[in-house]
Nanobody, 114 residues
């Protein structure tokens, strides 16, 4: 079955960096688009970044230039490198796959202190 397991979250000061990982299994990773979403308290879940099989990337305006999404097909893993973090980046970050339906990981908490 499809499994998405995020890791790498934590507490960091504003201006710092974190690298999130999502280990995927149970499907053909290399032929599927992968994405990162986030949800802050009291807010709707929003798209952060997406990467296609052809390595085309899409970013939310709020993170463009600071975050970088990448993938390693050999490892079945998608990454989110987050630099110049801001307090407004505080949220639970989720790995996402759409394969006839939406699949989500359990999420990893990112907290940015000011």
């Amino acid at each position: 079955q499809v499994q998405l397991v995020e890791s790498g979250g934590g507490l960091v000061q504003a201006g710092g960096s974190l690298r999130l990982s999502c280990a995927a299994s149970g499907f053909a990773f290399r032929i599927n688009t992968m994405a990162w979403y986030r949800q802050a308290p009291g807010k709707q879940r929003e798209l952060v970044a997406r990467i296609t099989t052809g390595l085309t990337t899409t970013y939310a305006d709020s993170v463009r230039g600071r975050f970088t999404i990448s993938r390693d097909n050999a490892k079945g893993t998608v990454y989110l490198q987050m630099n110049s973090l801001k307090p407004e980046d505080t949220a639970i970050y989720y790995c996402h796959l759409n394969l006839r339906r939406d699949y989500w990981g359990q999420g990893t908490q990112v907290t940015v202190s000011s």
